[in-house]
């Protein structure tokens, strides 16, 4: 792993390696980030491995063109009126996805997250990928966002391509996180303060996000048996050996590689959503890496109805 100043030639490189998915790290003006190209699924497959995470969670898709946001979302006037005051800045707009965006980048809702940093680098480099970011916080799973390239050192060091050493990021606090896909609702606190939203566009709620996707049909993990008399959709993690009693099946992994699972994950069971089943099985994947967050998911699912 390198950590490098940041030159024209760095710039170009790096840029290069995030939109053929590799993964490097960069300051934004709030905290560093881990980027990579956020309409390859793959790529963003490798954002949840190296961060170690045992959950997915909705990443923030960062743009560096206005025209952008119509190209990954529905807008609307408070949006734009929004987008027009603070960007580029700390201000994550949450709207509904437009279907460019990938399942996994939204952990499967019907909403994403985007922002426009501020930060020079940030922006430079989001211009020469030519294609728009993914950049979640630049830490391991549970610890705290880095604010320079040595932190990120200890937490990421070698498991991402690049480090770019920007030096110290000027806000050190996370963007803070509004959703106008309904009523305006501050879902994450942070650099840029509730009052100067609410100058803009009147009284916003402030409450944590609801972030996690729900079926219209009940999921279980499948445990050796099926039920008699229901239209199951089944989610293999391979290419079942011996004939499944199910109306439709759906394959994580042809080779039985957790990264590729992770990648088709969502989109497998929003597929068998819609083919008209009246309950999902999932086969258990190896609680390792990505098959941890996998189960996770499958877990919550299970227990929401
Ligand atoms: O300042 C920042 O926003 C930094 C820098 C690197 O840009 N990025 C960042 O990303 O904090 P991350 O992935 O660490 O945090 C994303 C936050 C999470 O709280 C997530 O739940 C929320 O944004 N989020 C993303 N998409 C969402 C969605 N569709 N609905 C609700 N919340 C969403
Ligand atoms: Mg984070």
């Not at 003006?29 to 980027?35: A, F, K, L, Q, R």
């Not at 009126?81 to 499967?108: C, D, H, M, Q, Y």
């Not at 305006?184 to 609801?210: D, M, Y």
Request: net charge positive.
């Amino acid at each position: 792993m390198r950590i490098v100043k940041p030159s024209q030639e760095v710039l170009s490189e790096a840029a290069e390696m995030m939109r053929k998915g590799g993964l490097v790290a960069f300051p934004t003006e709030t905290v560093y980030g881990v980027g990579t190209n956020a309409l390859n699924p793959t790529a963003v497959a490798k954002i949840f491995e190296v961060k170690k995470r045992s959950s997915f969670e909705p990443l923030i898709v960062h743009i560096a063109d206005r025209a952008d946001l119509d190209r990954l979302c529905v807008v609307n006037e408070m949006a734009k009126n929004l987008a027009s005051r603070f960007w580029p800045g700390p201000l994550t707009l949450v709207l509904p996805k437009r279907p460019i965006v990938p399942e996994i980048v939204t952990a499967g809702l019907k909403t994403v997250a985007v922002r426009m940093p501020s930060h020079p680098i940030s922006l430079e480099l989001i211009r020469r990928a030519g294609v728009p970011l993914v950049v979640p916080s630049a830490n391991l799973f549970g610890q705290l966002s880095p604010t320079t390239a040595e932190e990120v050192a200890r937490q990421l060091g070698d498991r991402i391509d690049m480090i770019i050493d920007g030096g110290r990021c000027p806000l050190g606090i996370e963007s803070t996180v509004l959703d106008l896909s309904s009523r305006p609702t501050v879902l994450r606190p942070g650099s840029l303060p509730v009052e100067e939203i609410e100058k803009a566009i009147g009284e916003v709620e402030v409450k944590p996000a609801e972030s996690h996707y729900s079926l219209k049909i009940p999921v279980r993990i499948f445990r050796g048996e099926f039920p008699t008399g229901k239209k199951v959709g089944f989610l293999a993690f391979t290419p079942p050996r011996k004939k499944v009693p199910a109306a439709r099946i759906e394959i994580l992994s042809p080779s039985g590689d957790l990264r590729e699972a992770a990648t088709n994950f969502f989109s497998c069971i929003q597929r068998l959503e819609r083919s008209g089943v009246d309950i999902i099985y999932a086969e258990p994947v190896p609680e390792r890496e990505l098959g941890r967050a996998i189960m996770d998911r499958l877990r919550k699912m299970e227990e929401s109805r």
